[in-house]
């Protein structure tokens, strides 16, 4: 029996970017996307479980940091594989996203390597 596929979940309020990132990984991995954090979230809440979170930081609704809080509080394993995707920023949102300890990829970020971080998470679901 071949091993399960990684579940990604990608949280990008700009549907497009979303789509560009599923379409790099979907061949490795099983794709969700929200353009919603909160939606994101009540997701999480509900029991879905994800090996990789890809999520924007700069979001209107929720940031990405504050995203991540509240994954956590939910759903501590959640968290431990969560990357942030940023096309810059500054500030309490730069000091709240370097505090979370989690990694942060520049856009535009490369198929390769996102296709790596899948590669990275796959051995941990056989």
Partial sequence: MAPARPRVLIVDDQVIV?????KAIRSLADVTIEERPEAALDRIRRGERFDLVLC???MPEMNGPEFFDRVVACAPDVGAGFVFISGGMEGPVKRHLDATGQPCLIKPVTSDALRELVRQVAPRRQ
Wanted: glycine residues 0%.
């Fill in 18 to 22: 979303a789509r560009s990132l599923e």
């Fill in 56 to 58: 924007d930081v700069m």
